[in-house]
């Protein structure tokens, strides 16, 4: 038997014209919002700037996005951050002095193998940035 696989599920319906209904409840709400304002206040003058802040904001959570997240999102991830018990925690630990050099060197024997080498600053940012640019230092050639 053959089935039908859907494909783009990750694409929204276009439910009213060229809005989603997500797109179409945020503008609806926005919109609903403004004119209870105006009728409320009953003077354009005076409703204007709520409705433009309203109308706005409405706007940004229907189309505006911030690295391919919806707005909405955005915001409710700002209120967790700020809002949320944030927890800093840093102990300084401090380490005992060798004696005298010839400790040192015998400690650094005994954990030569264990330790790992320290890579230089400038190593350290050529590495980083090959790495970024998916290209290997080793060669002139880029990774596929």
């Keep these: 038997m053959r089935y039908q696989v859907p494909q783009f599920i990750e694409v929204e319906d276009k439910i009213f014209g060229q809005l989603t ?4 409840i945020f503008m609806a709400g ?4 403004s004119f209870i304002i105006y009728i409320t206040l009953n003077n354009l003058i005076f409703s204007a700037l709520p409705i433009l802040v309203i109308m706005a904001v409405s706007g940004a959570l229907a189309f ?3 690295n391919n997240r919806p707005f909405i999102n955005v915001i409710e991830s700002a209120f967790k951050y700020y ?3 944030k927890l800093y925690i840093w102990k300084k630990e401090d380490r005992p002095r060798p ?3 010839m400790d040192a060197v015998q400690d650094a024997k005994k954990y030569a193998s264990v330790m790992v080498p320290k890579i230089a600053d400038s190593k350290l940012k050529d590495l980083a940035w090959s790495l970024d640019i998916k290209e290997s230092i080793y060669s002139n050639k880029r990774q596929k």
């Excluded at 926005?30 to 919002?33: P, R, V, Y």
């Design 83 to 85: 809002f949320a018990n």
């Design 64 to 66: 505006y996005k911030i």
């Design 30 to 33: 926005g919109a609903g919002l």
């Design 21 to 24: 209904l997500k797109q179409f």
């Design 99 to 101: 004696k005298d050099t």
